[in-house]
């Protein structure tokens, strides 16, 4: 299929039923134009027992939901334009996810049994075969031997998109990051793809980040809240605070809000908060805020990602967050729910006499 009729496809369904915005008419006119094919990144998926359904299509790299894709009979089709190599994960109703590179003018195919979805295949080009073995492989390993076999596959493979999804899944996306060991691994990475600029960006933020562990203290940062008003470092000298990272679109981070709530009764001004909410849509993380009575000061610039804050801070996953004592010293960080609940009770128990 030519790429002006993909394009055109793409566009049909996105606007069908929907009124066709004087802004976006240009930039589809001018998609419909173009006769190149490169541009256009295809996933074709079939999966037994699951006939009917939804799957949900997240960046990696932004973490935010993207697309919606609709099964039919077990089968489906998804067609996006693309202009750059991009890591995407497709998330099944239960949860499950499978990533994938996603590449313009590639078209890929995920296989597999509902029921059995560590054993689904994504094959299409050489980039997701590799993943896909890697992936395969770790369905047998435990979590230090997973964090082994990723570095390995870094250091084997270093110039594969696929690294950076890894870095992320098993270095920085977890409760406690290894940032030493990610910088290592960015630096192999960056050595054998010198002209990636998103590497070399995601390389300097892990190097601020290796100064921001706990023991430290809470960098300077000032800030607009959705009530307009300023923010600073300054303003958290409570007894204990917490900055807490959260989104409409992640249930974990929203619980941890709604616990957060309920230390803020309990506990009253002896508990600083301040959050820090990566909504695209600052208006609507304004009304979550109020519909969940969220009355503490509340940052989003629907920047999401890129919101500098969180750079200045060292945050880096969602739901993350920070505690400090009333001078400003880190206490602790990237406490799970169950941990960041233990550490606020105990700071707050009675002391015994």
Request: charged share 25%; hydrophobic share 35%; aromatic share 10%.
């Amino acid at each position: 299929m030519r790429y002006a009729e993909k394009v055109k496809r793409y566009w049909l369904r996105r606007l069908l039923g929907q009124p066709i915005s004087l802004y976006l008419l240009p930039f589809t006119l001018y998609l419909l134009a173009c006769s190149s094919n490169d541009g256009m990144f295809e996933l074709k998926g079939k999966f037994k027992n699951f006939n009917q359904g939804e799957l949900y299509v997240y960046n990696l790299e932004g973490k935010a939901k993207i697309d919606t894709i609709r099964l039919s009979e077990g089968k489906f089709s998804y067609l996006i334009p693309l202009e750059d190599t991009v890591s995407l994960s497709v998330v099944f109703p239960n949860f499950s996810e499978i990533p994938l590179i996603a590449s313009p003018g590639t078209t890929l195919k995920m296989e597999g049994d509902a029921s059995h979805l560590r054993e689904v295949s994504v094959e299409g080009d050489d980039n997701n075969k590799l993943l896909t073995k890697f992936r395969l492989h770790v369905n047998e390993l435990t979590p230090p031997e997973a964090v082994k076999a990723a570095a390995d596959f870094i250091r084997e493979h270093p110039a594969s998109p696929a690294c950076t999804y890894l870095i992320r899944k098993y270095y920085l996306l977890k409760a406690k990051a290894n940032w030493d060991e990610a910088y290592k691994l960015l630096t192999v990475m960056a050595e054998a793809t010198p002209d990636n600029k998103r590497l070399g960006q995601l390389k300097q933020q892990v190097a601020e980040l290796r100064g921001k562990k706990q023991g430290g203290t809470l960098p300077r940062f000032s800030a607009l809240t959705t009530a307009k008003r300023a923010v600073t470092n300054g303003d958290l000298e409570k007894e204990l605070n917490v900055i807490s990272v959260w989104a409409t679109w992640n249930y974990e981070s929203q619980n941890m809000q709604r616990q957060l709530r309920k230390y803020q009764k309990q506990y009253g001004s002896r508990l600083g908060l301040l959050s820090i909410c990566l909504d695209g849509n600052p208006a609507e993380c304004k009304r979550a805020a109020e519909r969940d009575s969220i009355h503490w000061s509340t940052v989003c610039d629907g920047l999401m990602w890129d919101t500098p804050l969180l750079a200045q801070l060292g945050i880096y996953t969602i739901a993350d967050n920070i505690l400090t004592d009333s001078k400003g010293h880190i206490i602790a960080r990237g406490l799970s729910y169950a941990d960041l609940t233990k550490k606020i009770e105990e700071t707050f128990r009675p002391k015994a006499k």
